[in-house]
């Protein structure tokens, strides 16, 4: 029989996720398993707890990977501390902002979108009109939003949030990894991520962080959370305590993974990791401004790892991503939602901010220019 | 920095599940990614779909994995098939079926629970009884009850169920591999599986399948489907046809897995599968029976992959499980929910069920009585 795999091709991989992923992390997946209830998944459950906690910079107890990729992290921070009625307050400017809408309006919230300029961030003083103008049960914001290379003064919102007393939840998908992520310091009480953008882990977990807070509202539901699987309170007994409750079947191959991706960071240092993936943002900035290529986001809101621009006359966006993957091997990303067609999304995220990579692509769009 | 992947014990798996995983799999895990948009996954996702139908034994098109473990499969049945108000059906006999009831309450459907005693099977003409008795939207069974290890009829129970015009959704997570799973012959609507069972692939996805009749109600829905990442029309949207749409990032790694997986076991041939299972259950039983371990379940309904055992007399279960894995490196599984420290539950599935790990298993719990 033919095996696909064997011929699949070698994509260095520098869009807006999954990237790059480092060898040890392929040997992780691919260690011999051993049960989701065994003593040996459970201490490593919990290094990979502690690890967490590390990177969201957080005390956080409830801090795991939930069994799904970043959208089931969405949906877990939702379906938990929502129910019917309940106002939100959804800061918008961007697709990610848009999913959030989505998701927390099919859970019967009361939803009022803020909503921004898709390409600007997010202005405090907005955010403070509308807290003052109603009373919210929570206020979602998205960190790092990745269809529009942004990110958003998460701590600056979060202390107008805290003063009017709502729960603060903070998209950092993206942003984690990459860039500081200091949750206790921002006074998020809730945050989701994902394995495969700046932790260079391949997809399948979400990364949770709920506060004390947070698990107080959850105990407050008048009704149970209206998703078995992403159950906070059923997880939480299988992930915490002295004696462990089966819930699902964890995904242990991919917990592997995130344990060694997370190792892989802390080693760096977070401060270490951050400044690198400064580094190969202005370094591919510059490569691609010479070759006439425009950021799309103003300096001083600009995503490190992950970055919006504009081609140079008379070069097709599309044509160009199709040729850099079928003659150069990498893929980058198109615009999303009303930016489709308008600009390139270039990810330099986890190992994917190395010199290496981001030197072939620049030389790789260089030969589909010139 | 102490690697803990490199201490983890090495254990052969013959609980309930994650079963055993062939070197080739493993591989598969390991091999490179490409993105979730890559035309080079576009064309495996179409490989796995049809992978999926032949094991499935449908014509179904709505045929693909979920992005999260076996639970996910059933959340998205109900979340997707069920809305609030909804007369549904759930025949139980085991821990599954009581999920299940779970699952479809906190949707607000209108639950009825036929109950059967654990251990035996659901009986058809009590099921006829209900269906009489009150007009169903759905009515809902587990083929293979991995906490009792009873088969039940799925194929008498449909026909009924097709009698009355409900929809038929059929749990397969354990019996998908391991004995005959016919779909469109058994007039089943929905159904879901899981990976790490008789497929013998990592827990991470769950497969699963909707009939037409199934996307006919979906598309009937009053109100959006309460769950944006389970949303069984935008997954189709990423899952099907020309032109792909992004609605997550898939986990693609644990996808190659179940493609290398999948294929194993269609190179086998399925009736050699099934044989082989049901082979390895008998040498199991024989093994066991004469260390006096005696099958907790009648002849003419027990489960070919997944075996109870009661203990001779003088044997701590708890003890047995803890010295079989500790000093034996072997897991399997003690009772869930009313039967726990009551039956041992011991899987032969996928790669567990071959001659040497099933005598491996055998010598040792002789080792551990005599």
Chains 1, 2 share one sequence.
């Not at 800061?91 to 309006?105: H, P, S, W, Y």
């Not at 979108?113 to 600007?120: D, H, I, R, V």
């Not at 003083?125 to 939003?145: G, P």
Request: with cysteine.
């Amino acid at each position: 029989m033919k095996n696909r795999l064997a011929s699949l091709d070698r994509v260095l991989l520098m869009g807006p996720g999954p990237s790059p992923v480092a060898d040890n992390v392929y040997a992780a997946m691919a260690t011999p398993m051993v049960g989701h209830m065994d003593p040996d998944f459970i201490a490593l459950m919990d290094t990979i707890k502690e690890q967490l906690r590390t990177v969201f910079q957080t005390k956080n107890t409830v801090t795991m990977p939930m069994s799904g990729t970043g959208s089931a992290g969405m949906e877990t921070a939702f379906v938990n501390m929502v129910e019917r009625g309940d106002s939100v307050l959804i800061l918008q400017n961007g697709v990610f902002g848009k999913r959030m809408i989505d998701v927390a309006t099919r859970l019967g919230a009361d939803v009022t979108e803020l909503g921004f300029e898709w390409g600007t961030p997010v202005i405090p003083d907005k955010v403070a009109e509308a807290l003052a103008a109603k009373k919210y049960d929570l206020v979602a914001i998205v960190h790092a939003e990745t269809s529009t290379g942004v990110a958003n003064p998460v701590e600056a919102v979060g202390r107008l949030v805290k003063e009017h007393g709502a729960l603060y939840l903070v998209d950092c998908v993206t942003s984690l990894g990459g860039m500081e992520v200091a949750l206790d310091r921002w006074g998020a009480d809730i945050c989701y991520s994902g394995t495969q953008k700046c932790l260079s882990c391949p997809p399948g977990l979400s990364p949770v962080s709920f506060s004390n807070a947070a698990i107080e509202r959850l105990k407050r539901r008048k009704a149970k959370v209206p998703n078995w699987y992403l159950d906070l309170g059923m997880l939480t007994s299988y992930w915490e305590g002295h004696k462990r409750i089966y819930h699902h079947t964890a995904p242990i191959s991919m917990n592997y993974a995130l344990y060694q991706a997370l190792a892989n960071l802390l080693e760096e240092g977070l401060p270490n990791a951050y400044a690198r993936h400064k580094a190969m943002h202005e370094r591919l900035l510059a490569g691609l401004g010479e070759l006439g290529f425009k950021p799309f986001v103003d300096a001083s809101c600009r995503l490190p790892m992950l970055n919006l621009v504009t081609c140079p006359a008379g070069v097709d966006e599309a044509k160009l991503r199709e040729r850099l993957r079928m003659e150069h091997h990498i893929e980058i990303g198109g615009g999303l939602g009303a930016l489709a067609g308008k600009v390139l999304r270039i990810g330099v995220m986890g190992e994917g901010a190395r010199p290496e990579p981001v030197d072939r692509l620049i030389k790789a769009m260089a030969a589909c220019v010139r």
